[in-house]
């Protein structure tokens, strides 16, 4: 009876050690660095594991291009004072972020206003990875 407990323990303490391991970290984002980026937002998902907004923004050449930003959760954010109609398609936003380290469009959100407005914590940023 005791070596089945002890084999159901180690079982379950592997699983458990698996299940965090695969989850990923903000490490691919460069926190050395903050880029500022002023566009509009296309899209907003409230969705676990991690809210997204895509951005519209005006590029050197006079085109465009969308940005893939990435937040923390909606768990998170609602104790930061967010909620699901915090932002919509159209909204004017300006966001500073982490960029990604292989330089392609995309980046950790630290800080963002929308129209004008700050919204979530001011300073660290409700996006600030922990």
Request: with cysteine; hydrophobic share 40%.
């Amino acid at each position: 009876m005791k070596q089945a407990t002890t084999v159901l323990i180690a079982g379950a303490a592997l699983l458990l050690a698996q299940s965090v391991a695969a989850h990923h970290s903000f490490s691919m984002y460069d926190s050395r660095q903050d880029l500022e980026l002023a566009g509009t937002v296309s899209r907003f998902l409230w969705t676990n594991p991690h809210c997204q907004i895509r951005l519209v923004v005006a590029d050197a050449s006079g085109g465009s291009v969308e940005w893939e930003l990435q937040g923390l959760s909606p768990n998170v954010l609602i104790r930061q004072g967010w909620t699901r109609d915090s932002l919509k398609a159209g909204d004017k936003a300006d966001v500073v972020i982490h960029p990604i380290r292989d330089g392609s469009h995309e980046g950790s959100i630290v800080r963002i206003s929308v129209n004008g407005q700050p919204i979530g914590t001011v300073g660290g940023g409700p996006f600030a990875a922990p």
